[in-house]
């Protein structure tokens, strides 16, 4: 990993439980497999297990056979794609993630911003800081305003996605799930109504997108699509800003039609003239829904139980599973 995400992820308690865990060198990192540092390339050499995070290099086949002895790869963030390689499955390497762990603060984003949507907190907001001494009515506004059998919808049962109808369950909301690899009784399972793509958007007062990005579902939302969503309805991305037609979602923003809560856009970084930054019903944010600050050690956290589990002779709790893995995240 680079020597800033060690920095961010892995704090003096952590390293004190690698160390206790694991036989290594507290002191060497890896940031480059073709160093020709005599001390690195004996590491990998003798290394069964390799801990890795963002910043990874790509595990290809020169990579591997500097690495003769390696048997599993225990990843501390989320997405395994960026170095993870045919090579590793060939191998027959064990995989994990701490991708359940990350799941976690996007969820809590997520529902936070379901709850403060149907609430109008922003329209409030900023209503009030308008009036400055006014009485604020956003009845006159919103007539349904509030959270009360509301009813959200959730693209895509991933980690995340899950996560979200979970934490959902103790408040008075209908929730609606639309993903191709789910069942209707998993779905029922969850605590969610399986539904069609165009049903869900039609019926959902709050549409969230937890669907991993693939060819399949650039511009899931796109002009038609949105255009189905009811006046008033808001669309939360936390996923990634392709899902999305970002010319299309703004024509309906720019018209007071929808509202839209956006922590991926596309592009990633929007130009500076983006309406986006300006508009009174967007709830624009620098991509924060996932791991940050102290967050971040529960990553440490999650990967070091993975890693007990291996030096206990056990499996993993969160393998990747190759097979799944193109149509995940």
């Known amino acids: 990993m680079s020597a800033e995400t ?7 308690h952590a390293l004190h439980r690698l160390d206790r865990i694991a036989e290594l060198d507290p002191g060497l990192l890896v940031t480059d497999f073709t160093d020709p540092d005599d001390v690195q390339r004996r590491r990998l050499y003798e290394a069964e297990v390799l801990l890795t995070g963002w910043g ?19 990843h501390a963030a989320g997405s395994v794609k960026h170095h993870i390689t045919e090579a590793c ?43 400055r001494g006014g009485h604020v009515n956003l009845l006159d506004r919103f007539p349904g305003v509030g959270n009360y059998r509301r009813t959200i919808g959730i693209v895509g049962a991933s980690r995340i996605g899950r ?18 690899y789910l069942g209707a009784d998993e779905a029922r399972a969850l605590g969610a109504d399986l539904v069609d793509l165009d049903s869900l958007a039609l019926r959902s007062d709050i549409v969230s997108l937890h669907a991993p990005e693939l060819p399949a579902t650039r511009h899931l939302f796109d002009a038609p ?34 509202h839209a809560v956006l922590d991926h856009t596309e592009p990633e970084v929007l130009p500076a003239d983006s309406p986006l930054y300006d508009l ?47 149509r995940s995240a």
Request: net charge positive; hydrophobic share 45%.
């Open 280 to 326: 009174p019903n967007v709830l624009l944010t620098p991509h924060l829904a996932g791991s940050i600050g102290g967050e971040l050690y529960r990553l440490a956290d999650a990967a070091l139980d993975e890693l007990e589990l291996y030096a206990r002779g056990l499996p993993f709790r969160h393998r990747v599973d190759p097979r799944t893995l193109e």
């Open 89 to 131: 499955w060939q191998r027959g390497i064990a995989v994990t993630t701490a991708a359940a762990a990350n799941a976690l603060p996007v969820a809590e984003y997520t529902v936070a911003a379901v709850l403060f949507a149907n609430k109008r907190v922003l329209d409030g907001a900023h209503a009030y800081r308008q009036q």
């Open 56 to 74: 990874c290099p790509p595990l290809d086949r020169a990579a591997l056979r500097r690495m003769p002895e390696l048997k599993a790869v225990v």
């Open 225 to 258: 699509r949105l255009s189905l969503m009811p006046d008033g309805a808001t669309l939360i991305n936390t996923a990634r800003g392709s899902l999305v037609d970002t010319e299309a979602l703004t024509k309906e923003l720019k018209a007071a039609r929808l």
């Open 6 to 12: 060690r920095a961010a992820v892995f704090g003096r």
């Open 163 to 180: 996560r979200v109808i979970e934490l959902l369950g103790p408040f008075d909301l209908r929730v609606l799930v639309h993903d191709p």
